[in-house]
């Protein structure tokens, strides 16, 4: 199946990519990027779309090499992707970071 990025690029709101400029957006060069930011940020309609376009294999891959997720953010794709989020890269680094009283 071919992936269409301006058909997903339309699905996305340009406020998500508050920080670059949406229109030079490149869903296959950025896809780290773009990925951690609709998984944490996006709305339900917005994470089906990159689901579709980049597949849930990719996304795994992408969520689990991630520095810094929200806790809420691995423990729904944890559930999600059926794996243990001891396995997300984030979440060790977290715990390990955790230092406040």
């Known amino acids: 199946m071919?992936?269409?990025p301006e058909k997903i690029k339309s699905a996305l709101r340009p406020?998500?990519?508050w920080d670059m400029e949406f229109d030079t957006l490149n869903l296959d060069a950025h896809a780290h990027f773009v990925i951690i930011?609709?998984?944490e940020r996006g709305t339900r309609k917005e994470v089906?779309?990159?689901w579709n376009y980049y597949g849930a294999e990719e996304i795994k891959t992408h969520l689990l090499s991630a520095g810094a997720l929200n806790p809420r953010t691995i423990s729904y794709f944890?559930?999600?992707l059926q794996?243990?989020?001891s396995?997300?890269?984030s979440h060790?680094?977290?715990k390990k970071h955790n230092t406040w009283p």
Do not use: G, T
Request: proline letters at 0%; hydrophobic letters at 55%; charged letters at 35%.
């Open 92 to 94: 060790a680094v977290s």
């Open 83 to 85: 794996v243990k989020r």
């Open 87 to 89: 396995e997300f890269r």
């Open 48 to 50: 089906r779309a990159l």
């Open 37 to 39: 930011r609709v998984m």
């Open 78 to 80: 944890a559930n999600v």
């Open 2 to 4: 071919k992936r269409n």
């Open 15 to 17: 406020a998500l990519f």
